[in-house]
């Protein structure tokens, strides 16, 4: 199977005519309010390097400015680079030809939009099938498949409606299964369910992790909200300013925030939901009658033992071998936000 992760190596993005004479003076240290400043031109992006794995969801979060709708646009270079390198099977996509983008960009990528993209005039079956008539796909062909995402993504017996027919939540439901009925290797959605009411946004979420179950798809998510960063990203990178202030799992950002920036971001955070049993285990006591899966959340474990009246239980491997044990006492201490002094 080929690796379809994404590597970004050294990448950096400076808008204006000139973008290249000032890379060096970005190294040097000049920040992105003296760029613009004194030299009319704005660093969208500095010195990125982020390895985004193979079949798994990589979050890119930050405030707005931060850089991250630019990064994700290098992965299919809607924007073009001042230097630096996206690599993909081995190939740098930043110097593909013409003819190489155009089929990298119809047959290895598909894109979730924050605005939905819906073309109107569409019903949803027509919208759903779109990318894949543009691949040449028989109409047939089209239809089968895009029924089936649109299935899939709960808006089966919907096909003839058009967008204006439909609510906020069910217009980003098309916008996913044309993604997934191009059935590209790789899945960008830049705030695609930003501009929804919360309980559609969790719900958006949630079918969104079922289906990479099932599907493991290389996607990238780019995402404001840490909350959604760390419920869905199996690794975060962290942008400020065009750089990555942090980059790793949810887990390790929440535990070990790099700076104040970080910390500011996380202190809020549930830890309970994202720390993991296996973070706070002890050597396996051996005498307990609970068994919890490694890789189960704080806030799981902590369920399980109080509906079960235990005070510890052993964690336990995929073959339900114990590799340790944890308390309640233990479970809830770390589940507290550290005091800060």
């Known amino acids: 199977m080929a690796d379809n992760g994404i590597e970004v190596k050294n990448l950096y993005k400076i808008f204006g005519p000139h973008g290249d004479r000032y890379i060096q003076m970005v190294e040097d240290g000049m920040s992105k309010d003296e760029l613009n400043a004194k030299h009319g031109h704005v660093l969208g992006l500095k010195n990125i390097n982020i390895s985004m794995p193979s079949a798994k969801i990589q979050v890119i979060m930050g405030l707005s400015g931060s850089g991250k709708s630019t990064m994700i646009r290098h992965i299919n270079r809607l924007i073009e680079p001042t230097s630096g390198e ?4 081995g190939q740098d996509i930043c110097k593909m030809s013409k003819a190489d983008l155009m089929n990298f960009r119809r047959e290895k990528t598909a894109m979730v939009f924050q605005k939905f993209a819906l073309l109107p005039h569409r019903t949803v079956i027509d919208n759903t099938l779109f990318g894949i008539e ?3 796909a028989s109409r047939g ?5 895009a029924k089936h995402w649109l299935k899939r993504v709960g808006l089966e017996g919907y096909e003839t409606y058009y967008p204006n027919q439909l609510s906020g939540g069910m217009q980003q439901r098309v ?3 044309r993604a997934l009925t191009n059935d590209a290797d790789i899945l960008m959605m830049d705030e695609a369910f930003s501009a929804l009411d919360p309980l559609i946004r969790m719900d958006m979420q949630s079918i969104l992790l079922e289906l990479q179950e099932e599907l493991h798809k290389t996607i990238v998510f780019i995402t404001h909200d840490l909350d959604e960063a760390l419920r869905l990203g199996d690794k975060i990178a962290i942008l400020r300013d065009g750089e990555v202030v942090q980059q790793g799992t949810g ?8 700076d104040a920036y970080i910390s500011d971001f996380v202190k809020e955070v549930n830890r309970g939901r994202v ?3 296996d973070t706070v285990m002890t050597e396996n006591s051996g005498n307990t009658t609970l068994r919890i899966a490694s890789g189960s ?3 799981d474990a902590a369920k399980r033992l109080i509906d079960a009246g235990e005070t510890a239980a052993d964690v336990v491997d995929a073959s339900g071998a114990p590799i340790g044990g944890i308390t309640i006492k233990a479970t809830i201490d770390a589940m507290v936000t550290p005091a800060t002094h």
């Open 175 to 177: 916008g996913l299964a």
């Open 141 to 145: 062909q089209a239809e089968e498949r």
């Open 86 to 89: 996206v690599i993909y099977q």
């Open 275 to 277: 720390i993991k049993v």
């Open 134 to 136: 543009i691949q040449g």
């Open 297 to 299: 959340s704080l806030e």
């Open 251 to 258: 887990q390790e950002i929440v535990l070990n925030p790099a």
